[in-house]
């Protein structure tokens, strides 16, 4: 049975190369789940500006 690359516990799972416990890989989810909300934030906003931008109403036909 492999250990976990962060704590030594027992592994259960093999994530980018390294293994890890069942705690350990929660908490890289968890870290992913925040990034991709903190990208998706980011690209709403960025949306936001460039409609912002572009969205002059009357400008166009
Ligand atoms: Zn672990």
Do not use: I
Not at 8 to 25: D, I, N, S, Y
């Amino acid at each position: 049975m492999p250990k976990c690359s962060q704590c030594g516990k027992a592994a259960m799972f093999e994530v980018g190369g390294h293994a890890l416990c069942l705690g350990c890989k929660a908490k890289v989810d968890q870290m992913w789940q925040a990034e991709l909300a903190a990208n998706v934030g980011a690209l709403n906003f960025a949306l936001g500006m460039a409609e912002a931008q572009v969205g002059l109403p009357g400008m166009f036909p």
